[in-house]
């Protein structure tokens, strides 16, 4: 069910690490995306630590699907920017990734606001899955795209 939902295990198999030694420098156009989409990374991460911070807090239902629900609302706004970024060519495949995260974090909210209003265990369980799977691929996405926003080694002159 998980894997429908926008998540899975393919992600891992694109940013399974660090990007490559020889990947090229994004163009000034990429460079752009780059800050946008890094920027919207530490939005949607500062959410899912506020939403992290209410379920340590709160005990009862109402109040935490009440939380996911914000969650889930603001996620509305991160994923609307992003949907509007135009990534270069080079970055697409960062983009769908960063994309499938905030879509699957957007899911897996509206499972848990269900599931807390109405006693849902499942709905709890699955939007709890789906919710860390999809800060696992957002991390992935934004420790591939970070190294671009680092200026290039300066090459010192021997002689």
Request: glycine share 8%.
């Amino acid at each position: 069910m998980l894997s429908r939902m926008g998540t899975g295990k393919g992600w891992r198999r694109v940013f399974g690490g660090a990007p490559q030694a020889e990947a090229e420098p994004p163009t000034a156009e990429g460079g752009d995306y780059v800050i946008v989409a890094l920027e919207l990374l530490r939005r949607y991460e500062d959410l899912h630590q506020e939403w992290l911070e209410q379920l340590d807090e709160q005990r009862r239902h109402e109040r935490l699907a009440n939380a996911a629900a914000v969650y889930h609302w603001y996620l509305s706004g991160v994923r609307d920017r992003l949907q509007n970024l135009q990534p270069a060519p080079s970055l697409s495949i960062w983009h769908e990734g960063l994309v499938g995260a905030v879509e699957a974090a957007f899911r897996a909210t509206q499972l848990l606001s269900s599931g807390y209003r109405f006693h849902n265990v499942r709905r709890i369980c699955d939007g709890g899955v789906l919710l860390e799977e999809a800060q696992a691929q957002a991390r992935a996405v934004r420790d591939a795209l970070a190294p671009f926003t680092q200026p290039p080694p300066v090459e010192v002159a021997t002689g």
